[in-house]
């Protein structure tokens, strides 16, 4: 039987780790614990997906629930399992007691769901004490990822919770990161849920969840990602988007994954199905077919889980125009451009204020530009400012040479003192988190805001310093007017579209790392003719003569430009 943290060893005397847990564990509505409950139909969509079906032998599996909540997957597996092992005269405390896992963490939950299975257990024909007996062994209540489990699960199903690193205590997620080699960046807790629940896996075995699917495309899902693809395989992916999956509305993009502890094979893909028992049932029964029909709606491709890079799931003429713009084209920076993100302060009210106001010396300020200046699709500034700590050369400046700055700063030393990169550094306590370098206010560049519906690209002729919900471009070799109407069209949308993940209401997010993946030619191979022509158009609204100009810059045939029209909804 698996034993709780607090009694476990190897924890003795750890007593602020024994803490963490232990206010996780009683603390916390279903927000802060990541508890998002998902419908009965999608549950046994999933338990079918994974093969844990009544007609199986599920007396010999040993299935997993690494967050079981209120019971909903946990509960219709053991349904399922009961069932089975009724068919076979398999319904004993030995036959079951070695079939099921499940831990939870949140206490009164524990409890609460614990008497619904008891109850359960008793109602199919067990006895009381063979019910307590079962739960007992299968019912743990501790944290997942630092309880001693063992390891061989046929199954691993469930709804990983999706909790932020800032809700989880900073010991306990240096505890995380300890163990996991998956959390990289701002990956969220269910990206070592995943990693944990893959290394307990028997050979052969499934993992069966149903969670964001941003690990996929972003940044902080490239460890995980890694480890799939070398480990590995990624066998049905079902994009939920839009899809009434859960009790409550959610934000990010929620797909259903099936991880086999296998190598290689092909991913069978589908999105969006419909939520009713039968439509889902059909549809399982062909994402498992040992074969699929000519006449299928499910797509099978090859080579999805390339390593650390994107991985690209829908959009399958996209993709293909994209590895043909790739396969001939530079990627943007390296034709002589450089994406970057405008400043974080870490203390806003502290270094932003009106301009003309902040009281230091002129050359200890600059004016900025913010998100909600450009939302009319050019800069209109409102009168805001920075207070810059940093020189010229990118280095903090002495404080005894600028008296006002040295004021300023001092009145809101408290304010800065409390910041992580204050601690970190206290010589360096009145920096902004960003440096910040002076000379990019004065260079014309692009500023496009980090999540927008549609791509958003105006132009700055280089009077302001972006902020830091404002990622920028600038060019050495590229003229900028032109290089804005290429932003503009449709194959940048294109990009982005195809490697971010999304946001609630279809939003795209213009992210650095997203920007990056555009490629374009380089400027020396772009005929005046052509100059000309995007120069003009950088700015209009007439969307198909500006991808008809960008169709000729790539090359684009017909079918290709009707296809970017497509995608920006030309």
């Not at 990602?225 to 409550?248: C, I, P, Q, W």
Request: glycine fraction near 8%; hydrophobic fraction near 40%; charged fraction near 25%.
């Amino acid at each position: 039987m698996t034993v709780s943290l607090a009694l476990q060893p190897a924890f003795l005397g750890l007593c602020p780790l024994r803490e963490a847990v232990e206010k996780l564990a009683t603390d916390g509505g279903i927000e802060e614990r990541g508890a998002i409950f998902t419908k009965r139909e999608v549950v046994e969509f999933i338990l079918d997906l994974t093969g844990y079906t009544e007609d199986a032998p599920l007396t010999g599996y040993r299935l997993l629930e690494p967050s079981f909540g209120d019971g909903h997957f946990l509960l219709p597996a053991i349904d399922r399992l009961l069932a089975a092992a009724a068919r076979y005269g398999k319904l004993s405390f030995e036959a079951l007691a070695p079939a099921i896992r499940a831990v939870e963490l949140h206490r009164s939950t524990f409890t609460g769901t614990r008497a619904l299975l008891a109850k359960t257990l008793v109602q199919s024909g067990l006895s009381q004490q063979d019910a307590a007996g079962l739960c007992d062994v299968w019912l743990v209540q501790g944290d997942f990822l630092l309880s001693d489990l063992p390891k061989g699960f046929t199954h691993v199903i469930g709804n990983p919770p999706y909790v932020r690193q800032e809700s989880i205590p900073d010991i306990l997620m240096a505890e995380y990161r300890m163990r996991f080699k998956t959390i990289y960046d701002r990956a969220d807790i269910y990206v070592p849920f995943i990693e944990r629940s893959l290394e307990l896996l028997a050979q052969g075995g499934k993992l069966g969840f149903i969670c964001a699917d941003r690990w996929m495309k972003n940044k902080y899902g490239k460890k995980l990602r890694e480890l799939v693809s070398k480990n590995y395989a990624l066998t049905t992916y079902v994009n939920m988007y839009g899809v009434d999956a859960f009790h409550a509305e959610v934000s990010a993009y929620p797909a259903i994954t099936v991880i086999q502890k296998a190598r290689g094979g092909k991913t069978r893909v589908f999105a969006r199905p419909a939520i009713d028992a039968a439509s889902l049932k059909s549809l399982a029964t062909e994402l498992t077919a040992p074969a699929l029909l000519k006449t299928s709606v499910v797509r099978e491709i090859e080579d999805v889980t390339a390593g650390a890079e994107p991985w690209v799931l829908d959009s399958f003429d996209e993709l293909a125009l994209v590895r043909r713009i790739e396969a001939q084209f530079p990627a943007i920076e390296d034709a002589g451009c450089k994406v970057g993100i405008g400043v974080a302060t870490g203390a806003d009210k502290a270094f932003i204020g009106d301009f003309d106001s902040l009281y230091v010396e002129p050359s200890r300020k600059l004016p900025l530009v913010m998100t909600r200046d450009i939302l009319e699709g050019h800069v209109a500034w409102r009168g805001k400012g920075i207070v810059n700590p940093f020189g010229d050369d990118g280095k903090l400046v002495d404080l005894h040479e600028f008296p006002k700055l040295r004021a300023y700063l001092e009145e809101r030393k408290d304010q800065l003192l409390g910041r992580h990169v204050a601690e970190k550094n206290p010589r360096a306590w009145y920096r902004t988190i960003d440096r910040i370098y002076p000379d990019l206010t004065y260079r014309q560049k692009l500023l496009i805001p980090d999540i927008k519906g549609d791509a958003s690209i105006v132009f700055e002729e280089g009077k302001f310093y972006p902020h830091h919900n404002l990622y920028f471009i600038t060019s050495d070799e590229w003229d900028v007017h032109a290089l804005q109407a290429v932003m503009r069209s449709g194959i940048a949308r294109l990009f982005v579209a195809l490697y971010c993940t999304r946001m609630r209401g279809g939003y795209l997010r213009f992210q650095a790392q997203y920007l990056r993946k555009i490629r374009i030619p380089k400027w020396s191979d772009v005929s005046a003719e052509l100059r000309d022509k995007l120069a003009k158009y950088a700015q209009t609204n007439d969307r198909h003569s500006l991808n008809e100009i960008v169709s000729e810059l790539y090359g684009l045939s017909l079918a290709e430009l009707k296809l970017i029209e497509r995608n920006t909804g030309a």
